[in-house]
């Protein structure tokens, strides 16, 4: 073990056998820095030696030849440690001030060790994450190792007939169906070749929008991710002794048969394959269908997790579709992924997030709409439906002109109540058309949003359309969900909206996706999405303070607002959400991956972020990666972009506007300087966590 002491002007290195263990010398992989005086333990094998000295002359080097070696200090055995007693070639006056400082605390801390320390890689962060998904976190390599045994040519293989099969696929993720399409027709690929698609595929990139890699991301999830024998084995004993359907339950006859006649390929077969070799019946192949597909997300939740605290995070909050929540991710099942991990010494603390789309803040919505009627759901309340020849007289109304379906649906959205109700609705019914979520969504939220695991309500998908005021509607009916469930769990919860992050549109003409490569506002620079952003900011900033929002009404009713990117607020807005007491929360990296932020003259892409507005303001702002594997980034290396940004400010390298005024770090007052100190970025994430332990003591759902 190497010791450096660093102690008023004094650097001298020493050295310290380590402790003797079965005849042979133990060394810590690795120690922590202590205390003040720079004491620094590093494991590992020890230094290699000193570059050697110019030659002596002669009658010096017969001196050193004949002189007699330096006496060694004794050592001594301190609790199983060899610690020597001091450095002969050092002073007695040098010695004592070792033996005076922190040495001998060190000494003490030695000698209560019983084993060699294990010590936790170093953050530079405090461990909280507010703003990630779930389908993010792990890299493409998770994917070929998990559902391709090692192969990136078998998973591109996977993918490229996945969606050549599922047509709707492509509808989802057109811009990753155009580049399988493109790797089926490459000859001689080679593993490099592959996975550098796959990067494409799987990840945010120049060429793919982040929203289309989730789409092939769930897929093999759900279908390809590796099962282990074990794995295989709990999910036949919950479908053959576990709640069922009925006709779907398993008789030990049945997974004889199965193991019989699948083999290994059991933990990869369809349904169909199910029945037709398996020899079990339709219903109990999709029952068993499902329950693979149960374990798989419970595995993925568990991988994701190790990757989380592999960045030192311990306390994270992770968005997931509402539907996925209900369905495929049950409160049990997070337990059971706690308790595995517990068992392993592993302290992590995830909690979600349910996520409804931006869409509901806007009028796109109402692109969802039933197969059947092709009516919008929204208009489909129970007991109040909308009926098929009211929607066609309305559309007859509505789409006089040459109006097209959607401009006819947002028609009927935005009329006014006295206009529908001539046309053949109820009072009710001309209330459910202007307004309020669907059913089956709304009590979808309510049910979650009283589950322990869930922090809240996430409204994210890409911001493409402008706010209206029929969204703030439905965000209104979302605060008030989340308002009585935090009456009755006895805590505050989340209403967290994606805004102001923008979605970068493709000028016209284009034949694919580039995100550096975007529309511009009619005679400017400015990239569009950049004032669709800042105008959508203004529309929530507005309407909250329209309903008189503000911290102290967040806290009586229970509901924190946090604004999920704010990307693109202007300095105005950003001294407003301030007053409103909203928390921001940056995504640095990921705002460069998506294309939220342009590259600007030099190659930069944080002059146009609203950090050091917001740290000006002190506007709580917490760091955060978006996703992990998705973006690239790590929240390790958000802080560090921070850190960076922050050390430009403090050398005037670059401002930050207040009105027309460029500011810069001298132009600061002292006070206003401290603002900018790295740690309030920390301590921020800190006090956040605090709050949420003591808000678990009084939670009635934990």
């Known amino acids: 073990m190497d010791l450096k002491v660093q102690n008023q002007n004094l650097i001298r290195p020493l050295r310290t056998p380590g402790r003797t263990v079965g005849g042979e010398s133990a060394t810590p992989s690795a120690s922590p820095m202590v205390g003040q005086d720079a004491i620094f333990l590093s494991g590992g094998p020890p230094a290699?030696?000193?570059?050697?000295?110019?030659?002596?002359?002669?009658?010096?080097?017969?001196?050193?030849?004949?002189?007699?070696?330096?006496?060694?200090?004794?050592?001594?055995?301190?609790?199983?440690?060899?610690v020597s007693g001091g450095c002969a070639d050092l002073s007695s006056d040098q010695n004592r001030q070792i033996s005076n400082s922190l040495e001998v605390s060190l000494a003490a801390a030695i000698a209560k060790v019983t084993g060699p320390p294990q010590v936790a890689p170093s953050a530079n962060h405090p461990g909280v994450e507010l703003h990630n998904h779930l389908l993010g976190v792990v890299d493409t390599e998770y994917f070929i190792q998990k559902c391709a045994g090692g192969d990136p040519k078998v998973l591109l293989t996977q993918l490229e007939r996945m969606f050549r099969e599922r047509p709707g696929l492509r509808q989802e993720a057109p811009e990753v169906g155009k580049i399988l399409e493109a790797t089926s027709h490459t000859p001689g690929l080679t593993p490099q070749m592959a996975r550098k698609h796959l990067e494409r595929v799987l990840t945010a990139s120049p060429s793919t929008p982040f929203d289309d890699v989730y789409t092939p991301r769930d897929e093999l999830v759900k279908h390809h991710l590796e099962l282990?024998?074990?794995?295989?084995?709990?999910?036949?004993?919950?479908?053959?002794?576990?709640?069922?359907?009925?006709?779907?339950?398993l008789s030990p006859e049945?997974?004889?048969?199965?193991?019989?006649?699948?083999?290994?390929?059991?933990?990869?077969?369809s349904a169909q394959q199910l029945v037709t070799v398996g020899g079990i019946t339709p219903t109990q192949a999709v029952a068993l269908t499902s329950r693979m597909i149960d374990r798989r997300y419970e595995s993925f939740v568990e991988d994701s997790q190790r990757v989380l605290l592999k960045d030192n995070i311990h306390y994270s909050e992770q968005?997931?579709?509402?539907?996925?929540?209900?369905?495929?991710?049950?409160?049990?099942?997070?337990?059971?992924?706690?308790?595995?991990?517990?068992?392993?010494?592993?302290?992590?603390?995830?909690?979600?997030?349910?996520?409804?789309g931006t869409t509901y803040l806007s009028e796109g919505y109402l692109d969802q709409t039933s197969p059947a009627s092709g009516m919008p759901l929204v208009f489909e309340q129970e007991g109040l439906e909308v009926t098929p020849q009211q929607f066609q007289r309305l559309m007859k109304h509505f789409g006089q002109n040459g109006a097209t379906h959607g401009e006819c649906l947002k028609a009927i959205a935005n009329a006014a109540p006295k206009e529908l109700r001539a046309l053949g609705l109820s009072a009710e019914?001309?209330?459910?058309?202007?307004?309020?979520?669907?059913?089956?969504?709304?009590?979808?939220?309510?049910?979650?949003?009283?589950?322990?695991?869930?922090?809240?309500?996430?409204?994210a998908s890409p911001e493409k359309e402008p706010f209206t005021a029929r969204g703030m509607k439905n965000f209104d009916e979302m605060y008030d969900i989340l308002k009585s469930a935090a009456?009755?769990?006895?805590?505050?919860?989340?209403?967290?909206?994606?805004?102001?992050?923008?979605?970068?549109?493709?000028?016209?003409?284009?034949?694919?996706?580039?995100?550096?490569?975007?529309?511009?506002?009619?005679?400017?620079?400015?990239?569009?999405?950049?004032?669709?952003?800042?105008?959508?900011?203004?529309?929530?900033?507005?309407?909250?303070?329209?309903?008189?929002?503000?911290?102290?009404?967040?806290?009586?009713?229970?509901?924190?607002?946090?604004?999920?990117?704010?990307?693109?607020?202007?300095q105005s807005q950003t001294e407003r959400?301030?007053?409103?007491?909203?928390?921001?929360?940056?995504?640095?990296?990921?705002?460069?991956?998506?294309?939220?932020?342009?590259?600007?003259?030099?190659?930069?892409?944080?002059?146009?972020?609203?950090?050091?507005?917001?740290?000006?303001?002190?506007?709580?702002?917490?760091?955060?990666?978006?996703?992990?594997?998705?973006?690239?980034?790590?929240?390790?290396?958000?802080?560090?972009?921070?850190?960076?940004l922050l050390t430009m400010f403090a050398r005037n390298k670059t401002s930050f506007q207040?009105?027309?005024?460029?500011?810069?770090?001298?132009?600061?007052?002292?006070?206003?300087?401290?603002?900018?100190?790295?740690?309030?970025?920390?301590?921020?994430?800190k006090d956040y966590e605090t709050a949420v332990r003591v808000a678990d003591q009084s939670d009635t759902s934990r």
């Open 254 to 269: 049945d997974c004889r048969r199965l193991r019989k006649n699948l083999g290994e390929n059991l933990t990869r077969a």
């Open 658 to 685: 207040v009105g027309e005024k460029h500011v810069y770090y001298r132009d600061l007052s002292p006070d206003e300087k401290k603002r900018f100190d790295p740690k309030l970025l920390r301590q921020w994430a």
């Open 319 to 356: 968005s997931i579709s509402l539907n996925k929540l209900g369905t495929r991710l049950p409160e049990s099942m997070m337990k059971r992924v706690q308790q595995r991990l517990q068992s392993e010494g592993l302290q992590s603390d995830m909690r979600y997030l349910a996520m409804v």
């Open 48 to 82: 290699p030696p000193a570059a050697v000295a110019p030659q002596a002359t002669a009658p010096v080097a017969q001196e050193m030849a004949s002189a007699p070696p330096a006496p060694k200090a004794p050592l001594e055995d301190v609790g199983g440690w060899l």
């Open 429 to 459: 019914q001309s209330a459910i058309v202007t307004g309020g979520l669907p059913p089956s969504l709304k009590s979808g939220l309510e049910e979650v949003a009283r589950r322990g695991d869930v922090m809240g309500i996430d409204v």
């Open 577 to 644: 959400i301030k007053a409103l007491g909203i928390y921001a929360e940056a995504n640095l990296g990921s705002n460069v991956q998506t294309g939220a932020l342009q590259p600007v003259q030099g190659g930069h892409f944080f002059e146009n972020h609203p950090l050091l507005s917001l740290l000006y303001h002190e506007v709580p702002t917490v760091l955060n990666t978006d996703a992990h594997g998705v973006m690239h980034t790590s929240l390790k290396q958000e802080y560090e972009q921070a850190d960076r």
């Open 228 to 249: 282990t024998s074990e794995q295989m084995d709990e999910v036949l004993t919950s479908v053959t002794h576990g709640r069922m359907d009925k006709g779907a339950h």
């Open 487 to 570: 009456q009755e769990r006895g805590r505050p919860l989340v209403m967290r909206p994606h805004v102001g992050e923008g979605y970068p549109e493709m000028p016209e003409g284009s034949h694919g996706f580039h995100r550096y490569k975007v529309a511009t506002c009619e005679g400017s620079s400015e990239p569009k999405h950049y004032s669709l952003a800042s105008a959508n900011l203004e529309t929530l900033i507005s309407h909250l303070e329209a309903r008189g929002y503000n911290a102290a009404q967040g806290a009586a009713d229970g509901v924190i607002v946090r604004f999920g990117h704010a990307t693109h607020l202007t």
